[in-house]
């Protein structure tokens, strides 16, 4: 059973950083392909990045230039460099893996405010 762990949540102050990681465990097959996904109070669940098995990447243009999404396939593992953060980035963050089904992490609170 494939479980996605998430981790790097946090309070953070406007313009800070913040470096959120998902590891999945319980299989040795490599995800054909992540994404990030947040969900702030009251609103519906929106994408925020994602990257292929090759590494092409896309952003939400609430993100773009700000947030990075990267990933080692040898530690099964995506990563979301959050940079200049905004009080209107405040979410849960969830990872999302693909892989022949879809896995959801259990979701990691991030707080921008001063």
């Known amino acids: 059973q494939v479980q996605l762990v998430e981790s790097g949540g946090g309070l953070v102050q406007p313009g800070g950083s913040l470096r959120l990681s998902c590891a999945a465990s319980g299989t040795i097959l490599t995800a054909n392909a992540w994404a990030w996904y947040r969900q702030a109070p009251g609103k519906g669940r929106e994408l925020v990045a994602a990257?292929?098995?090759?590494?092409?990447?896309d952003y939400a243009d609430s993100v773009k230039g700000r947030f990075t999404i990267s990933r080692d396939n040898a530690k099964n593992t995506v990563y979301l460099q959050m940079n200049r953060l905004k009080p209107e980035d405040t979410a849960v963050y969830y990872c999302?893996?693909?892989?022949?089904?879809?896995?959801w992490g259990q979701g990691t609170q991030v707080t921008v405010s001063s």
């Open positions: 990257i292929t098995n090759g590494g092409s990447a």
């Open positions: 999302h893996a693909q892989f022949s089904r879809n896995y």
